[in-house]
């Protein structure tokens, strides 16, 4: 048997670390594993003692709510330089969002045209539409469906009702599709931006307080239960605190499917350490807020946080860099640190930093949105999307970063790791240096069987 690759390298196996290991890849899968003697291959990789781990899959990611479907472009360029070899993207494009199987067909046919990495799809419903597309969406493979509780755009992310909501949890009830939503309540946070808006306050302190955790919490209590009262799969997009966890703890002690996810920025910045330097590039919803980063590690490690993502947001920095931060768009950029951040911070920490990493941004995705175990493992008959990271601190650039933003809260932060190779479907995205696949070769990604509950 001839092989088309063999990388070889510590293996990051479901079971542990391999040392002086190999992989072999042929046809786009993985279809072999060994240790010692390498077999016959087309190309051998020799990555020394660096890690080889399975592909990340980033579970949060707005590619296209700047420049629409195009964006699918720069975005996954980024992605797999990061590191991350699928892409969960969110339904908020720019003009309009994914909620039908007209608009679904054309995210595909732009993915094809344009994706360098794998892309799976979230779909939506917008207000006072009927749930008729949601049978359709998913049966052409989408892998989860968004609401928001708060408007952030009429048109593009609107605010759904808690009647529709139930109706949309109703449809959803006998599939094992999550219902993820952005959770804040907007009669909370309207207020407390016209009241601060009318004080002149204007900085991200402000930002901060007016969407209190009580907004972020009401607004999870409530989706909570109306999917419960449904009995569908409720998922908390981002929870900033540990009572965001404990809530869904309850729901899940009560019998309910329901999960909460983290994103990686919640885990290393806190808005009185880092608010008056960065400002407006740590505004994200729900904020960041004071005093977390230790209750949400250890959130992570009991397993109460269904996965990490980076909820990359593609605005660039003249979109943050607003007077008012009330006008700043919301979100940051995160591909290309989603990776070295979490593994770094979890090092930091003294937990097992492999063994965390490829368990809360690899495996968990993998499952929880039906991709597992096609991806999100090195194991025989995988597909072959692989990341290689190699030990070498260095000092986050974003000037050097592939997303076209060039802008990142982490700029100056030492990493410990480097990504130092990508492949995707057995072919080399990353090289290190440069983005060396070309777009298209990224596929859309359907939903498959695995479920999380
Ligand atoms: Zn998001």
């Avoid at 400002?279 to 230790?294: C, D, L, S, T, W």
Wanted: with cysteine; charged share 20%; glycine share 10%.
């Amino acid at each position: 048997m001839t092989y088309g690759i063999v990388i070889r390298g510590t293996a990051v196996l479901p079971e542990g670390p391999l040392q002086n290991a190999w992989i072999a890849v042929k046809d786009g899968k993985i279809a072999a594993i060994g240790a010692g003697e390498t077999p016959d291959a087309t190309e051998i990789v020799d990555a020394g003692t660096d890690l080889i781990i399975p592909g990340v899959i980033d579970g949060q990611t707005h590619a296209c709510s700047y420049g629409g479907l195009p964006g699918l472009g720069s975005t996954t360029r980024s992605a797999v330089a990061g590191g991350i070899t699928t892409i969960v993207d969110m339904p908020y494009d720019n003009p309009d969002p994914l909620n039908s199987v007209a608009r679904l067909d054309a995210k595909i046919a732009a993915i094809r045209e344009h994706a360098h990495a794998n892309v799976a799809l979230y779909a939506t419903v917008m207000p006072d539409q009927s749930v008729d597309e949601v049978g359709g969406l998913i049966a052409r493979g989408v892998v989860a469906f968004k609401i928001s509780t708060f408007e952030s755009s009429p048109t593009r992310f609107p605010r759904i009702s808690s009647s529709q909501t139930l109706e949309i949890f109703r449809a959803l009830a006998d599939t094992a599709i999550p219902l993820g939503v952005h959770n804040e309540d907007q009669e909370i946070v309207r207020a407390n931006i016209t009241a601060a808006k009318a004080a002149g306050r204007n900085g991200i302190e402000a930002h901060s307080e007016s969407r209190p955790p009580a907004a972020e919490l009401a607004a999870t209590a409530q989706f909570l239960e109306l999917g419960a009262a449904a009995g569908a799969h409720a998922h908390i997009v981002h929870l900033t605190t540990t009572r965001g966890f404990d809530l869904v703890e309850n729901y899940l002690a009560d019998g309910f499917r329901a999960t909460g996810e983290l994103c990686v920025h919640y885990l290393w910045f806190d808005p009185e350490v880092d608010g008056p330097k960065l400002g407006a590039k740590m505004k994200v919803n729900p904020p960041i807020r004071p005093g977390q980063i230790g209750l949400l590690w250890d959130d992570v490690a009991s397993g109460r946080v269904a996965f990490v993502s980076s909820d990359h947001s593609s605005w660039p920095i003249d979109n943050k860099l607003t007077a008012s931060i009330f006008d700043a768009g919301a979100g940051v950029p995160g591909l290309e640190t989603l990776l070295p951040a979490f593994f770094t911070g979890a090092e930091a920490r003294g937990y097992d930093a492999v063994a965390l990493t490829v368990e809360q941004l690899c495996e968990r995705p993998a499952k929880f949105f039906g991709l597992w175990p096609q991806k999100g493992a090195l194991i025989v008959g995988a597909d072959a999307d692989i990341a290689v990271l190699k030990a070498e601190p260095h000092n986050w650039d974003s000037s050097k970063a592939h997303d076209e933003l060039r802008w990142s809260p982490f700029d100056g932060r030492e990493f410990k790791v480097r990504v130092a190779r990508t492949y995707v479907g057995g072919k080399l995205a990353w090289d290190g240096t440069d983005v060396v696949n070309v777009p298209g070769d990224g596929q859309y990604v359907g939903r498959g069987t695995s479920a999380w509950f």
